[in-house]
């Protein structure tokens, strides 16, 4: 049996899922529904109300949640030449890179709605002064993908020629 890993992809770009917005999402179907029976009740006293005064918070509202959706919808990570790559921002964009050999810990998190619906949060912990702790949220198929990083950090570091020392005993 050979212990040699396939190579890695030319490149791999894992976006996160909008699972991970539920929370919003709720809040926010929740408060367009009291804004809905809040109209209802102040119509009813008031016949004379104008539905204008439904538009406006609905509006804000669901701009809200836009804006969240755009958030997560326009957050990327891509994982090439041995290197992560990650880039955010709406009208902005930044973008932050990381060698791969510099990751020294590889943790999944998955609470339960999120495990349902198979995607789950992904924290690197690095050497990298700039970037001590990555955490990565949605991503999908969780458990694959940190076996598959392990793996890519662990052949990055061979054909680096590179060894892990451990300096907590020293």
Not at 16 to 39: D, E, K, R, T
Not at 84 to 101: N, Q
Not at 113 to 132: E, S
Not at 133 to 145: A, K, S, T, W
Request: proline residues 5%.
């Amino acid at each position: 049996m050979s212990t040699e890993l396939a190579p890695l992809p030319d490149e791999l770009v894992i976006r996160p899922s909008q699972v991970i917005n539920y929370g919003h999402y709720l809040s926010a179907a929740l408060q367009m529904i009291v804004c809905g029976m809040l109209f209802a009740i102040l119509r009813h006293q008031w016949p004379m109300l104008s539905p204008v005064f439904l538009l406006i918070p609905l509006i804000a509202i669901l701009g809200l949640a836009c804006l969240t959706w755009l958030k997560t919808a326009s957050t990327s990570y891509h994982f090439a030449k041995n290197r992560m790559t990650w880039r955010t921002g709406l009208l902005s964009r930044s973008a932050e890179s990381l060698e791969l050999y510099r990751v020294a810990d590889v943790t999944m998190n998955q609470p339960l709605l999120q495990r349902l619906f198979g995607v789950g949060a992904i924290t690197l912990r690095t050497a990298d002064a700039n970037h001590r702790e990555i955490v990565m949220l949605g991503v999908p198929q969780p458990d694959r993908f940190r076996d598959w990083l392990t793996d890519a950090v662990q052949q990055t570091r061979r054909e680096r020629g590179m060894r892990e020392v451990q300096m907590d005993s020293l």
